[in-house]
């Protein structure tokens, strides 16, 4: 809908004509109707509001109209702020590249009447937009319309796509965008046409400076389309710039947006410029959100809650306008639904960035420690199967080998399922093709032959006595840390390199003391020192 303007020139000149009728005549003098009604007064009035409404879509000094009334509740209670930030799929509205940073396919529902309680508007916004996210490319799509009276009607069609380059993210949607008019049947011959439709495109970036502060970009209609019915109504551009600054923390909230946004419409008419500015903070384990913002037109706040998995979100923004009175507000009321767990889970910053890991089937054959760092996963084996090792190496100096297996699972009470050896006799390393002493040959040979037999043991479940008690349960996070250690470990061994190997170790047993293949790993690589 079209704000006022400086001025409308007066498109139809609307009077009664002294028998009960209706004359109408353009602002040109060209061409004139009567209409006669007779009593009917219900369709006089009809076609009056409805001369009223073109008077204000259809003159000559104004543009069509296809502006942002708000089509998103969480943008609106921060005062429409949105170009930079983003949040969910209404994000299409305001900068298409927004949608880059969500992380999970999402559906979101929007309506609301504005100017509750204002006597004679009955006014209808609703809008639906959906995305979906994949590594290299964003998808999104969009709807919106509006409804004047049951007479004007306006529709808008995005398909919209994002990307990433560096520290940028890049977007563009391709619009559908329509308008019709409900004309009563004695208007029709005054008309060219009840509807116009035409096609146009939005750009925009969003630029991560850092990890706190983003600056946003967006052009809306950037391809001229003329929506008009009766004379040329170009719909205008509009350009928004937008700044904003997050917080993990501030105080009892989490994850503290606040943001500027500034927009220019290219119309010849009314106020060009206009800005917004507004703050959102989330708490109760980010399941509740409070929100409050200011801009040219209105006074805003608003509210979410979604549930733990963040699968639903309820969003609501209040706003008051500035510029009509006798009226309760406008009242946006928002649904959001989410299909997947983001994409990544990433412990918090005391973990030095460690990824949680996650936990897979039993049925998965390729469980690797980097993977997975659970105790209670068994690995699913159902038949014997060769043991793989890696080649035997000897350092330089021909003291001690080095043999390990290609992935060393953590932590060791885990309950192999093989129930006999395997068929496959492991083959002992073949001597060092350097020349050495019989004695220190027969003892590299005999400790070779002990530690490939400890291994075949562990792997292939030796019997062992049970523990006296089952060691305390870690956390996720216990778990990834001590799995870092262990296989950092398990490769500076590799290497010869002992005392870091035993001082890597150590660390695992600082998490979880009662880790026995950390201390017979120690008690190795300490002899193995020795023996130097």
């Not at 109408?24 to 007064?41: F, L, P, S, T, V």
């Not at 089509?71 to 930079?84: H, I, K, Q, Y």
């Amino acid at each position: 809908m079209v704000r006022h303007g400086k001025q409308f020139k007066a498109f139809l000149f609307v009077g009664y004509n002294g028998i009960g009728g209706i004359h109408i005549q353009d602002a040109d003098g060209d061409r004139a109707e009567e209409i006669r009604h007779g009593d009917n007064r219900k369709m006089m009035k009809k076609t009056i509001i409805a001369l009223a409404i073109l008077g204000v879509f259809s003159t000559t000094d104004s543009h069509g109209a296809f502006y942002n009334p708000g089509w998103s509740a969480r943008a609106e209670g921060m005062g429409g702020v949105f170009c930079a930030s983003g949040g969910d799929a209404s994000s299409l509205f305001y900068n298409p590249a927004a949608i880059r940073g969500l992380d999970s396919p999402e559906f979101v529902l929007m309506g609301f009447k504005p100017y509750m309680s204002l006597s004679g508007v009955e006014w209808k916004y609703y809008q639906f937009s959906a995305v979906y996210p994949k590594d290299s490319f964003t998808m999104g799509m969009a709807y919106s319309g509006f409804n004047a009276q049951s007479l004007y009607f306006e529709n808008s069609l995005l398909l919209s796509g994002a990307f990433s380059r560096g520290s940028a993210d890049i977007g563009g949607s391709l619009k559908y965008l329509s308008h019709s008019y409900n004309l009563p049947h004695e208007m029709q011959p005054f008309f060219d046409s009840n509807s116009a439709s035409g096609f146009s495109a939005d750009m925009g970036a969003v630029f991560k400076l850092n990890g706190t502060f983003s600056a946003g970009l967006s052009a809306e209609n950037i391809i001229p389309v003329d929506l008009g019915i009766k004379y040329e109504d170009e719909v205008p551009s509009i350009y928004r710039m937008g700044f904003s600054a997050k917080a993990p923390e501030l105080g009892f909230f989490q994850n503290v947006l606040t943001g500027m946004d500034l927009i220019y419409r290219s119309q010849d008419w009314g106020d060009k410029l206009s800005w917004g500015l507004g703050a959102e903070a989330w708490f109760a384990d980010k399941t509740l959100a409070v929100r409050c913002g200011y801009s040219v037109t209105a006074l805003n706040m608003g509210a979410s809650f979604v549930v733990e998995d963040r699968s639903v979100g309820l969003d609501y923004s209040f706003s008051l306008p500035l510029e009509i009175q006798d009226n309760s507000g406008s009242h946006r009321i928002q649904m959001v639904f989410r299909f997947s767990p983001p994409r990544e889970q990433v412990l918090p910053k005391n973990m030095d960035g460690i990824k949680v890991p996650v936990r897979r089937s039993d049925a998965v054959p390729d469980l690797k420690s980097e993977d997975a760092y659970p105790e209670d996963v068994k690995p699913a084996v159902s038949k014997p199967a060769p043991v793989p090792f890696e080649r035997v190496e000897t350092r330089p100096d021909d003291t001690a080998p080095v043999a390990e297996k290609i992935s060393e699972i953590y932590p060791d009470d885990i309950v192999p399922a093989v129930p006999d050896p395997a068929p496959a006799a492991i083959k002992k390393a073949q001597p060092p093709t350097k020349k050495a002493g019989a004695t220190d040959e027969a003892e590299t040979t005999s400790d070779m032959d002990a530690e490939i037999k400890r291994m075949e043991e562990e792997i292939l479940g030796a019997p062992a006595p049970p523990p006296p008690s089952a060691p305390a349960r870690m956390t996720p996070a216990e778990k990834a840390k001590a799995g870092a250690h262990f296989n950092k470990a398990t490769e500076l061994y590799k290497q010869g390199r002992y005392e870091e190997a035993i001082a890597e170790w150590q660390e695992v047993l600082k998490i979880n003391p009662d880790h026995k293949l950390s201390k017979q790993k120690i008690n190795k690589a300490q002899s193995l020192i020795d023996t130097k």
